[in-house]
């Protein structure tokens, strides 16, 4: 039977009783607006149905009303009359608020918001960053309205479910990509009106570095990484210390042919002091070799942090990973790139970028007694004091490829790489598994709060069993897991149907099979290489509504986590098969959608204490960052979850201001997150910083700086997984996880 006393909210907050008639008036207006015209007897229907769950709903408000509309006229076979229903109530919503100009307005007057603070790497305040907000914003509305799916829309607004990236749908370009250097620094490149010649130096090779870094970043929406850092370097390193030997040489009288054929051991700088006759000349060609390779370091991250890319004043979203070449001219590289790491740029200020990826392997860099554990060591001491390098456990099973020996010059091919915010491509059902120029094409995270207060609500609702809720919560999951799949088959689809020369840079030189496409071919048969991640977020908060606890303070709820992650990594190997592309799961780095998500679920669900009455949700399977624990407690929670992410993970334990001043016990936090099989693994700790005159300490807090006097005072701290200048550009949602995360002893 029908309940007609039910009160609701107008938007206005005036209460009115419920009327299922209006619902019904509201369905058969959206179908007569289709060529299908009107089907008899479902608007009664649903305004029926809907009827029987407003009583149980929390706050109930017009705008639930109206959602439940959208969700159940989904669920029927009308989707054209879903679509006519949502994009009416979009329009009455332009015209009520006036909201497609008050966004833009926002943007005009340089507000801090959420919409300016989006991208905490982006500042929206300069005239270039306004174009690219108010593009974005444009963007946005034109591909939920016209390219995307209202189902797949629908399940966005109401927050179940975040597509990354709307702004970009419509440009049909990709996410990430990982730069196969090599042939670029061999043979330089071409693209539009900018031409590189080959490196003949490790200056040069570092300058190509950049514009590859930026030409591409400009044909993608994600970030850019190198996978070897190293290995492509070393080349030129050699190139260097021979033209500065022919030039020693040509000083002091000496032969070069034969010099040039001494084992020099090691590229290290000493002095020349007591030295004489050739033994002088080669150290010092070796002292010129390493100052200049320590400069061609220095000039790569400032250039890094300076170059901008696209619209909006932002830089370039660099990772580089490094750390497995034992070479000389590899160990000098690592070397002065650390050195140069530690001393800062400007005045000394950490740097933003590149985010730098240490790969540590047994039998390379990880024990006493491998070739590169003086640079492990050396790494651990820079990310004390600079939060980077972070490190990539390639001794973890599902880091090891089966081709790799630790004798193959190109045993780099064989390495998993990460962008450094964590996304991983490495496994290809297309080809040989290698991250190398390859890289991801589109994520979309679900909400597993949301799906959990749903299941919940559905057994109150129903008079369900509670032994019931599990299976009703994974069916939920599958429903949208399968709906996700499909929304990133059809973004996709849409996707491969552009011309390589949408993307002269990428294609011609940095995807994989990319330079056998002509200008006019299309890119399908090359961007079936990427993967299609599906992400999460909120297992905490989803295991505190379906248990009571979240997994870092019960094993129950540790079980439970665990075999959500694995449902989804187990559909996605279905998915895999069935679509004949790389599925994926994906530890979401959650950045705006961390706030945005809660926020729906508080208007959906009310205010669940514990759950939903924080400014944000936990990124995916991360213990939650209030939750007092020690680092391996946290290790041994989170690492099991990374073989079930194989699209990309990170682990964070966070540390006090002592870290900076002892390398030691970053060392045995790093070994200890190995023997965990962490996958991929970061250090955060107190860094503030004056930002009149640059002096960075440890302090958790300083009214004044001890150098200046100055009350200007910021935090550097990682957002999600890179670090920004200032902790002011955060949106409100990661502010508030800041001021909550507590130390891990």
Request: aromatic share 8%.
């Amino acid at each position: 039977m029908i309940n007609t006393h039910t009160i609701i909210k107008k938007r206005d907050g005036k209460e009115v009783t419920f009327s299922p008639i209006k619902i019904s008036n509201a369905i058969i207006k959206a179908e007569k607006a289709t060529q299908r015209g009107v089907t008899d007897g479902l608007a009664e229907e649903i305004a029926e149905k809907i009827a029987t769950i407003v009583p149980y709903l929390n706050d109930v408000h017009v705008e639930n009303i109206q959602d439940l509309v959208e969700q159940e006229l989904m669920a029927t076979d009308r989707k054209d009359v879903a679509k006519a229903y949502i994009l009416y109530r979009e329009k009455r919503n332009q015209i009520r608020q006036g909201r497609s100009f008050e966004v833009l307005k926002s943007i005009v007057n340089v507000e801090v918001n959420d919409i300016t603070n989006e991208n905490a790497n982006m500042n929206a305040a300069t005239p270039s960053g306004m174009m690219m907000k108010i593009a974005t914003e444009s963007s946005k509305a034109y591909s939920i309205n016209e390219l995307i799916k209202p189902e797949y829309g629908f399940l966005h607004r109401i927050g179940k479910m975040h597509i990354h990236d709307q702004d970009y749908w419509a440009t049909k370009s990709l996410t990430c990509v990982q730069h196969p250097l090599e042939e670029i620094l061999a043979n330089g490149f071409e693209v539009n009106h900018a031409a590189s010649r080959p490196a003949k130096s490790i200056h040069a090779a570092m300058v190509i570095a950049c514009v590859s870094f930026q030409t591409a970043q400009n044909e993608m929406h994600g970030g850019q990484s190198i996978p070897a850092f190293d290995f492509y370097m070393a080349p030129y390193v050699r190139v260097t210390y021979e033209k500065e030997l022919r030039k020693a040489c040509e000083f002091s009288g000496h032969d070069y042919e034969s010099l040039i054929k001494v084992n020099v051991g090691e590229y290290q700088k000493c002095s020349l002091d007591g030295l004489t006759g050739d033994i002088r000349t080669v150290q010092f060609a070796i002292n010129r070799t390493v100052d200049a390779v320590h400069q061609a370091c220095e000039g790569f991250i400032h250039n890094m942090n300076s170059m901008h890319s696209r619209g909006g004043n932002q830089v370039v979203f660099s990772s580089i990973n490094y750390g497995t070449d034992t070479s000389p001219e590899g160990r000098c590289l690592i070397r002065e790139l650390l050195l140069s790491t530690e001393r800062g740029v400007g005045s000394g200020a950490t740097a933003v970028f590149p985010i730098q990826v240490m790969k540590v392997k047994s039998g390379v860099n990880a024990n006493s007694v491998d070739p590169n554990y003086d640079l492990f060591q050396l790494a651990c001491r820079v990310t004390a004091k600079r939060f980077f390098p972070n490190f990539l456990n390639l001794d973890a099973p599902f880091n090891q490829h089966e081709k790799w020996k630790a004798d193959d010059p190109k045993r780099y091919e064989f390495e998993p790489a990460t962008m450094g915010c964590r996304t991983r491509v490495f496994e290809n059902i297309h080809g040989e598994k290698t991250s190398i120029g390859r890289g991801n094409a589109s994520f979309t995270s679900l909400n597993l709060v949301h799906i959990a207060l749903e299941t919940m609500e559905d057994i109150k609702q129903l008079s369900l069993s509670s032994e019931l809720k599990w299976e009703l919560f994974f069916e939920k999951l599958e429903t949208l897991m399968n709906t996700a799949a499909e929304q990133l088959k059809e973004r996709y689809d849409f996707q491969k149907s552009a011309l390589a020369r949408q993307f002269p840079m990428l294609m011609k030189y940095l995807w994989r099979g990319g330079s056998k496409l002509s200008p006019n071919d299309r890119i399908a048969e090359v961007i079936k290489q990427s993967t299609l991640v599906i992400g999460f977020i909120g297992l905490a908060e989803a295991l505190i509504v379906m248990t009571g606890k979240h997994h870092g303070e019960c094993e129950e709820a540790q079980e439970h986590g665990l075999s959500i992650v694995r449902f989804m990594h187990e559909k996605c190997q279905l998915y895999k098969h069935e679509y004949h592309l790389n599925y994926g799961v994906l530890a979401t780095p959650a950045e705006s959608l961390c706030k945005r998500l809660p926020k729906l679920d508080r208007e959906r669900f009310g205010v669940v204490p514990g759950v939903n009455d924080r400014e944000y949700y936990t990124n995916s399977n991360h213990v939650p960052v209030w939750h007092k624990i020690s680092a391996k407690k946290k290790l041994e929670i989170e690492s099991p979850y990374h073989m079930y992410t194989p699209a990309g993970h990170i682990a964070y334990i966070e540390l006090d201001g002592l870290a900076t001043d002892n390398p030691k016990a970053i060392e045995k936090m790093v070994k200890l997150a190995i023997m965990q099989n962490v996958g991929y693994f970061s250090l955060n700790h107190n860094s503030t910083r004056c930002m009149d005159c640059g002096y960075e300490g440890a302090e958790s807090h300083l009214d004044e700086c001890p150098s200046c006097k100055s009350t200007n005072i910021d935090v550097i701290q990682r957002i999600t997984g890179y670090l920004v200048g200032s902790v002011a550009k955060w949106n409100g949602g990661k502010q508030a996880e800041l001021r909550d995360r507590v130390r891990h002893d």
